[in-house]
Each structure stands twice: as C-alpha cells, then as structure tokens.
C-alpha cells in the first residue's frame, strides 16, 4: 500500500512538472517575425514597420560604431543569425534607400521588362511603350498572384492566375468575370508603383512611396562625392553585357559583404592565383558616405602570353547596402546580394565588357573560368564562416584597423539604419 501511495505521488508530481514545461515554439517564417504572420506586408502605397521582437534593439545597440576601430569589437553574432535582426533589416535597410536592381540593357526598348526579389518584395522593372520607365510591386491586384516572371518583352502583363491585364503603364485594362461586383472602380486597381531611376548603366528602385527620382538626387543619396571617381574610372554606359551568374549561398547576407571589404586581407590566403595578378602592397581604400573604394594595382608577373584579365589597376566599389562594381582591365562585374533569410542569400553577377575584346570568345571564357574560380573559392569561406558564427564558441571579434577600415565603415552604416 505504502509502496503503492509513493509511486501514486511520484507519478502525480511527474506530471505536473511536466506541464509546467514549455510548449515547444513552431519556428518562425525565416522572411518575418511571428507577430506579422496573421497581416499583410503591403498596404497599397507603403511598406509597414514590422513589430519586430524586443529583442531586436538590444542587439542593434551591442555593437558601438563611436569605438574607433582599433578599439571596436565587430557585430555580435547575433547580427547574422537571429530572424527577428533579419526582419528588421528588411525593413530598416533594404525597403527605405535606393537599390541597385538591374542594368540599363535589359530594359533599352520599348517593352522589354525584368523581375526581381527584395526580401518579401516582388517587382517587376519595364519600358513603357511611350519610352518611360516603371517599375511596379509584381503582385496581381485581385488575388495577390505574382504576374510576371523572368525578364523579356510584353506589350502587357496578364496575370496567370484569372487572366487580369494591365498596362505597361500600370494600369488595369481588363478585369475578367466581374459580371455583378459592387462598388469597383478599375482606376483604383492599378499596379502598385515604385520608385525607380538609372544611374549610369545601372537600373534602381526605391520603396518609399514619398521620394524623389531626380537624377541629381538620386546620384547624390547613392553614392554621395563618389559618383565623379567612380566615372572617371569606366564605370559607365559604354560597356557590353556579357552574361549573369548566380550563386545560392548558405549564409547571411552580410557575411558575403564582410568577405569583400576587408581589403584583400583574404586574397593571399584564399586566392591564390587572384593574388599573383595583383599588387597587394599597393592596396588602398577610400570611405566615401555610402560609399568605399578599394583599389589595387595590377601585378609585375611576366605573362607568357598577351592574356591579361586584371590590366594595370583594379578598383572594388561597394555601394551600401549590398552592390559591389568591379572594374578591371577591360571587364567591369557587379555583385548584387539578395537577402534570402538569416542564413541565406543569391548574389547576381552581371559581366561588362570593353568593345575592344567582346567578340574574342577565347578570352572571354579563359576570363569568367578564372573568375567563377574565385567565386568558389569565395562561397567556401562564406558558408564556413556562416557555420562559425552559428557556434556557441564566437560572438565577437576583432578589426585589422589597417585593412578592415571598409567593413567597420559598412557597419557603422547598418548601426545607423537600424537605429533610425
């Protein structure tokens, strides 16, 4: 009986500590914090701030861009791995500002159109058949289906999903099936617009619905004082587009940005045959704004043939937040970083070309092989470093104060974007 009442007891107290345990959490959508996942993202004409989490906050303020750089200690890891820091950089960084979405080819004549993602936003960029310029949220206003995709030539986007039309322009032109609807008025279902502008070869967009496209404005809130140096070293409109590659990779967004500004520090190490072209003593950068310039002279190396990628002087801009221009020898390649969740991302690399050497298909290919090499070799330390960061055994680290001088710079603008 005794033994019985015991077992009794123990099992009752079993029990009801067990339902004192916490119920486990469902995991959050990677794109938005658990308090949106029942709202819309899109109001008509702007993008909300997401309740993002208490935590969210603190973790902007655990890193101090007053501390100069030989003192500073980098972002915590936190900073590439919490959803909630994520959902909040969407909204802080990427939908306010301008961005760089494509270039000026894929949208020359009238008609041609291309696609694009930025976090939760869809958008589709075109040529109207007037010559103007739009860009549009590529979400169908009847039942939210994407409308168009890829990149080509439309004369008007049809919706997949019923058969809705609109303009190049925007506007609604057809509505199927609506026989008997009330209070509709076609004028107020249009495309939801964005901003967008161009900037030299490249093809921008804005999400704020209240903002000015004037080029001079445009020129001067994305890249500050550094438009004239960037001119004057060939990144223009006079180049030909070779071809795009892209790379799905296992990591935060901003571990791909911190791998490309930390002025060359990596190159001997990681790249080696990258590193024998160039002439890392010579190695410099420059912070503008938004802005930072790296730049590096070509190597000594006796080549045994007239073959010659880098030429005599390579410069590395990086655009904040997330466009990398690459100009070098007679090739100019742009990186842009898609945020695709806390520990993923696409980066798009566009090829340009100087007209001198476009139709010599041999150097061409010898030149992306070399640079996909490089482009491997990258991807492997992102995801490794994507893996240290998820261990308990990091949270902070160190600047190389004579090298890493862009990086800091590029998270001290991030400090300043969250806390705004």
Partial sequence: MEATMTMTMTMTLTMSLASLKPKP?????????????????????????PSVGVGAPTLVDQFDPTIPIEQAVTPPSSWYTDPCFYAQELHSVF??????VGYTEQIKNAGDFFTGRLGNVEFVVCRDENGKLQAFHNVCRHHASILAYGSGRKSCFVCPYHGWTYGLDGALLKAT??????????????LTPVKVATWGPFVLANMEPEVD??????????????SDILSTNGVDSSLTFVCRREYMIECNWKVFCDNYLDGGYHVPYAHKDLASGLNLNGYSTTVYEKVSIQMCEGGSTEKKDDYDRLGSKALYAFIYPNFMINRYGPWMDTNLVIPLGPRKCQVIFDYFLEASVKDDRDYIERSLNESEKVQMEDIVLCEGVQRGLESPAYNIGRYAPTVENAMYHFHCLLHESLRE
């Fill in 25 to 49: 959490i469902r995991p959050k959508s990677p794109y938005l914090p658990q308090t949106l996942n029942s709202s819309r993202i899109f109001k008509s004409l702007s993008l909300p701030n």
């Fill in 95 to 100: 939908y306010r500002g301008w961005q760089a």
């Fill in 177 to 190: 099936r609506i026989t008997g609807i009330q209070n509709f008025n076609k004028h107020e279902f249009g």
């Fill in 213 to 226: 496209s004037d080029v001079e404005i445009v020129e001067s809130k994305w890249l500050g004082t550094s």
